[in-house]
C-alpha cells in the first residue's frame, strides 16, 4: 500500500464473543493511535514480551493449562501490569463497543444475521460512530484507518459496510479509510486489542477483574471509551429491516425457486419423459397419443408452479403484514 494512501491515524481492533452461545456479552474493543507512534508502542510492546517470556499474549492462553504455565499467580499480575502500561503508552483513547448477543438474535432473523448483520458488523459500526463522534470534537477531518483481526467468519459484513460508507458520499463524515485484516502474531497493535477486548467483556459482563486480573483496571481511566450498544435505536432498526426483508419481491424469489428446484421436479423430468415417450409413439405411428400426453404434461407443469407461486405469495404476504403492524 503505498505510504501517501495511509491515514495519519490507525485504530486497532479486536473482538470477544461477538459470535458465541456461551456469553451474552459480545465486544469490539481496542485503540486508537497516531501512525507515527505506533514504532514507539511496538517497542514497548516487545519489551514487555521479552521481560515475560512470551511469544505473543493472547489472554485465551494464560493459565497453567496454556503454553506460558510460568504466568501464574503474582508472575501474571505482574505481566499485566506491564501489558497494561505499554497499551496505554502511546495512545490518543482505547475504547469498548458492547451488544447482547441473545438480544441481536431475537431482533434480527436468521438471514439477516448471516447475510449482512453480525453481532460483528453492527459492533463494528459503533466503533466507526465512536470514532467520528471524537474527531468532530477534535476537530480531525482526516481518514481513519482500521486494523481488525482476520480470525473472525463474520469479517465480509465489515468490508460490505466499508464499500458502503466509502462509496457514498453522504457518509464521508465516517472518516473510513483502508480496512484490513491481519493476524495477531504479526500486528502487534492486535495484541494490545485483544488484551482491551477481553478485559472490556470481564468487567461488563459482571465477573469483574479480581484476584491476578486487578491490573487490568488500569486499561479503564479517563482515555478510556465504553460504548454500550443503544437498544431502543437498535430496535427501530430492527423493525425497519424485517419491513425490507419482507418487502422483496416475491416473484424474485419465486424464479430462484424454481431455478433451483421446481424446474427440476416439474420441467426437466416430465418433459425429459415425454419426449422420450413422444418418440416412442411415433415409432408406432401413435401420433394423436403423443400429442395428448404432451399437452397433459405442460397442463400439470403449469398447475404446479400456479399453486406453488400462490401458496408462496400468501405465506409472504402474512409476514409483511406482520412486519408493518410492529413497525412504529
Same mark, same amino acid.
Given at each position: 500500500?503505498?505510504?501517501?494512501?495511509?491515514? #495519519?491515524?490507525?485504530?486497532? !481492533?479486536?473482538?470477544?464473543?461477538?459470535?458465541?452461545?456461551?456469553?451474552?456479552?459480545?465486544?469490539?474493543?481496542?485503540?486508537?493511535?497516531?501512525?507515527?507512534?505506533?514504532?514507539?508502542?511496538?517497542?514497548?510492546?516487545?519489551?514487555?514480551?521479552?521481560?515475560?517470556?512470551?511469544?505473543?499474549?493472547?489472554?485465551?492462553?494464560?493459565?497453567?493449562?496454556?503454553?506460558? #504455565?510460568?504466568?501464574?499467580?503474582?508472575?501474571?499480575?505482574?505481566?499485566?501490569?506491564?501489558?497494561?502500561?505499554?497499551?496505554?503508552?502511546?495512545?490518543?483513547?482505547?475504547?469498548?463497543?458492547?451488544?447482547? $448477543?441473545?438480544?441481536?438474535?431475537?431482533?434480527?432473523?436468521? &438471514? !439477516?444475521?448471516?447475510?449482512?448483520?453480525?453481532? &460483528?458488523?453492527?459492533?463494528?459500526?459503533?466503533?466507526?460512530?465512536?470514532?467520528?463522534?471524537?474527531?468532530?470534537?477534535?476537530? &480531525?477531518?482526516?481518514?481513519?484507518?482500521?486494523? %481488525?483481526?482476520?480470525? $473472525?467468519?463474520?469479517?465480509?459484513?465489515? $468490508?460490505?459496510?466499508?464499500?458502503?460508507?466509502?462509496?457514498?458520499?453522504?457518509?464521508?463524515?465516517?472518516?473510513?479509510?483502508?480496512?484490513?485484516?491481519?493476524?495477531?502474531?504479526?500486528?502487534?497493535?492486535?495484541?494490545?486489542?485483544?488484551?482491551?477486548?477481553?478485559?472490556?467483556?470481564?468487567?461488563?459482563?459482571?465477573?469483574?477483574?479480581?484476584?491476578?486480573?486487578?491490573?487490568?483496571?488500569?486499561?479503564?481511566?479517563?482515555? &478510556?471509551?465504553?460504548?454500550?450498544?443503544?437498544?431502543? %435505536?437498535?430496535?427501530?432498526?430492527?423493525?425497519?429491516?424485517?419491513?425490507?426483508?419482507?418487502?422483496?419481491?416475491?416473484?424474485?424469489?419465486?424464479?430462484? %425457486?424454481?431455478?433451483?428446484?421446481?424446474?427440476?421436479?416439474?420441467?426437466?423430468?416430465?418433459?425429459? %419423459?415425454?419426449?422420450?415417450?413422444?418418440?416412442? !409413439?411415433?415409432?408406432?405411428?401413435?401420433?394423436?397419443?403423443?400429442?395428448?400426453?404432451?399437452?397433459?404434461?405442460?397442463?400439470?407443469?403449469?398447475?404446479?408452479?400456479?399453486?406453488?407461486?400462490?401458496?408462496?405469495?400468501?405465506?409472504?404476504?402474512?409476514?409483511?403484514?406482520?412486519?408493518?403492524?410492529?413497525?412504529?
Amino acid at each position: 500500500m503505498p505510504t501517501k494512501n495511509l491515514a #495519519p491515524v490507525v485504530c486497532f !481492533l479486536d473482538e470477544s464473543a461477538t459470535d458465541a452461545n456461551d456469553s451474552d456479552l459480545a465486544v469490539m474493543g481496542g485503540f486508537v493511535i497516531n501512525r507515527r507512534d505506533i514504532p514507539e508502542f511496538e517497542a514497548g510492546w516487545k519489551r514487555m514480551l521479552k521481560k515475560h517470556r512470551l511469544a505473543a499474549l493472547h489472554m485465551v492462553e494464560l493459565g497453567t493449562s496454556g503454553p506460558y #504455565p510460568h504466568l501464574v499467580g503474582d508472575a501474571c499480575k505482574a505481566m499485566l501490569t506491564d501489558a497494561v502500561k505499554a497499551a496505554n503508552l502511546c495512545r490518543i483513547f482505547s475504547l469498548g463497543a458492547t451488544w447482547n $448477543n441473545r438480544s441481536h438474535e431475537e431482533l434480527f432473523s436468521a &438471514y !439477516l444475521r448471516g447475510k449482512h448483520l453480525s453481532v &460483528y458488523g453492527l459492533i463494528f459500526l459503533m466503533v466507526v460512530e465512536i470514532n467520528r463522534a471524537s474527531a468532530a470534537k477534535q476537530n &480531525y477531518k482526516h481518514k481513519i484507518d482500521y486494523v %481488525l483481526d482476520d480470525g $473472525n467468519r463474520f469479517k465480509k459484513h465489515v $468490508n460490505q459496510y466499508k464499500s458502503a460508507i466509502k462509496g457514498a458520499a453522504t457518509l464521508a463524515a465516517n472518516l473510513v479509510g483502508e480496512v484490513d485484516f491481519k493476524t495477531d502474531s504479526s500486528v502487534l497493535g492486535l495484541q494490545a486489542a485483544d488484551l482491551i477486548s477481553w478485559a472490556t467483556r470481564r468487567k461488563y459482563s459482571g465477573k469483574g477483574l479480581n484476584g491476578v486480573h486487578e491490573p487490568l483496571e488500569g486499561l479503564f481511566d479517563q482515555f &478510556y471509551v465504553h460504548s454500550p450498544a443503544p437498544p431502543k %435505536l437498535i430496535k427501530l432498526m430492527s423493525k425497519r429491516f424485517e419491513v425490507a426483508e419482507c418487502n422483496i419481491d416475491p416473484d424474485r424469489w419465486i424464479g430462484r %425457486l424454481l431455478v433451483r428446484r421446481w424446474e427440476i421436479y416439474w420441467t426437466g423430468i416430465p418433459f425429459g %419423459l415425454t419426449l422420450v415417450t413422444v418418440s416412442l !409413439l411415433g415409432i408406432l405411428d401413435l401420433w394423436r397419443l403423443g400429442v395428448g400426453m404432451a399437452g397433459t404434461t405442460f397442463a400439470l407443469h403449469a398447475a404446479g408452479v400456479w399453486w406453488m407461486k400462490r401458496s408462496f405469495r400468501k405465506q409472504f404476504t402474512g409476514r409483511e403484514r406482520k412486519a408493518h403492524a410492529k413497525t412504529p
